[in-house]
């Protein structure tokens, strides 16, 4: 498994381009990341994981502009838009109706998709160099704990990983909240 730092996070973007996949930090956990438009990467990430992939993933963004194409506005109220974007950026993971842009295999079996703007500076800044959002499900086999170090990812996954982005998580004692944006219920606490 390679590894990358903050110095280094245009290679590690470079990598994910190239259909790799990657570990990186987030607000609580390591996730695990691809280009959610790479169906292979996709596959290889789900097959790590040993997850089921009618599941689904959330994806992560740098800002609102990475994210706003996967959502279908027709159905989203400026309303409901004003509340998610002044939690925006920040360790709150949205479910909105998805657009015709989001691949089927990102959302699985669900109608919606889960969609972040992080604040945490590692994860925005390979999301930048990216230039586009990436897939994030927690760095784990199924059923196991989410990696919190990179020690865990290299003894979770080995060589089967591409890479990690050995940078801090966030500081969160648990993943982020997921709320449904049209009705605010509570998916994920």
Same mark, same amino acid.
């Given at each position: 498994?390679r590894?990358f730092?903050l110095s280094s996070?245009g290679e590690?973007?470079a990598l ?5 996949v990657?570990?990186y930090?987030?607000e609580?956990v ?6 959610p ?6 596959e290889r990430?789900?097959a790590?994981?040993?997850r ?5 993933v959330?994806l992560i963004?740098?800002d609102?502009?990475q994210v706003?194409?996967?959502i ?6 400026? !309303?409901? /838009?004003?509340?998610v +974007?002044?939690s925006?950026?920040? =360790?709150n993971?949205?479910i909105?109706p998805? #657009?015709?842009e989001?691949?089927?295999w990102?959302a699985?079996?669900h109608?919606?998709?889960?969609l972040?703007v992080t604040?945490?500076?590692p ?5 930048r160099a990216?230039?586009?959002p990436l897939v994030?499900?927690s ?12 020690a ?5 996954f080995?060589?089967?990983?591409d !890479?990690? /982005?050995?940078a801090p +998580?966030?500081?969160?004692?648990? =993943?982020?909240?997921?709320?449904d944006?049209l #009705?605010?219920a509570?998916?994920?606490a």
């Amino acid at each position: 498994m390679r590894r990358f730092d903050l110095s280094s996070v245009g290679e590690a973007a470079a990598l994910l381009r190239e259909g790799g996949v990657l570990a990186y930090p987030t607000e609580a956990v390591f996730g695990l990341g691809c280009d959610p438009h790479d169906r292979g990467a996709f596959e290889r990430l789900f097959a790590l994981k040993g997850r089921p992939a009618t599941q689904g993933v959330l994806l992560i963004a740098s800002d609102f502009a990475q994210v706003e194409r996967y959502i279908d506005r027709a159905q989203v109220p400026d !309303a409901v /838009l004003v509340q998610v +974007l002044a939690s925006w950026p920040g =360790p709150n993971t949205w479910i909105f109706p998805r #657009s015709a842009e989001v691949p089927d295999w990102v959302a699985g079996a669900h109608a919606g998709i889960a969609l972040r703007v992080t604040a945490h500076d590692p994860a925005a800044a390979l999301c930048r160099a990216f230039g586009a959002p990436l897939v994030s499900t927690s760095a784990n086999p199924h059923g196991e704990p989410p990696a919190r170090d990179v020690a865990t990812l290299e003894r979770y996954f080995g060589e089967r990983l591409d !890479a990690a /982005l050995d940078a801090p +998580l966030g500081g969160l004692d648990r =993943p982020t909240v997921i709320r449904d944006a049209l #009705s605010g219920a509570m998916i994920r606490a």
